[in-house]
């Protein structure tokens, strides 16, 4: 199986601009969180989707948004972009397991991540 | 927010060489899990141990958890240049969600 693919891998944008990032998970796999890792929070949740549902969200800002599609890609948008944003985001897929498919976070299997630099 | 400390920051050792890392975390959780990273690339799952669970191995890993201490290790034996990562703890809380909850991980650095 094709493993966790995120695209693009660099992107530089500056200050103010919007970006979208893209995920595709594993075959097979519905849900799909995305983490935020830079050297000073290190890797942080921002948000999980399940089944096109968002279900469950970290403590970042509504700047930061995201989706998932029927075939389980998922999309995070940041808006208006600040310097902190600069990081490595990063997507993970995983199999819904637990009672009736409500718990996936199990073991979750990351893509390379997508590298932002906001200038 | 992160859920615990790793320790040590950052670790040191010759080829062939144990390597030992140490997680702490705050709330009771349901599994805690151990990923690796290369240089600022994506996370690769090594090994995932439930709150039922004391010790569990994979290959030259060995995790332990210690559900009264809140605190669980990963021992890595004869350990390869190949090994030189960064090593993160993430636990599971299912009522917190599901989501992984990262410590802030432990540079290790293998010598040949």
């Known amino acids: 199986k094709a493993g966790v693919t995120q695209t693009p891998r660099y992107l530089i944008k500056t200050r103010g601009q919007q970006v979208t990032l893209s995920c595709s998970p594993i075959?097979?796999?519905?849900?799909v969180s995305w983490y935020q890792q830079t050297p000073g929070q290190g890797l942080q949740f921002l948000f999980e989707y399940f089944s096109e549902t968002q279900r469950n969200k970290g403590n970042f800002p509504g700047r930061f948004s995201g989706r998932q599609f029927s075939n389980s890609r998922s999309e995070m948008n940041v808006s208006t972009l600040e310097l902190g944003d600069s990081a490595l985001y990063l997507c993970?897929?995983?199999?819904?397991?637990?009672?009736?498919?409500?718990?996936?976070?199990?073991?979750?299997?990351f893509g390379p991540g997508t590298r932002l630099t906001v200038l | 927010s992160q859920q615990g400390e790793e320790d040590p920051q950052a670790l040191s050792i010759q080829e062939g060489e144990n390597a030992t890392m140490n997680c702490s975390y705050k709330t009771s959780i349901n599994n805690l899990q151990w990923y690796r990273q290369n240089s600022g690339r994506g996370l690769v799952h090594l090994i995932l141990i439930r709150s039922n669970e004391r010790e569990k191995h994979s290959g030259r890993l060995r995790v332990t958890l210690d559900t009264s201490k809140k605190s669980s290790s990963l021992l890595i034996t004869a350990s390869r240049a190949a090994d030189t990562a960064s090593y993160f703890c993430a636990t599971v809380s299912y009522n917190q969600g599901g989501k992984l909850i990262f410590g802030q991980g432990t540079e290790l650095s293998v010598k040949p």
């Open positions: 993970a897929s995983s199999l819904p397991t637990g009672v009736g498919g409500m718990t996936s976070t199990d073991t979750q299997y």
């Open positions: 075959s097979g796999h519905r849900s």
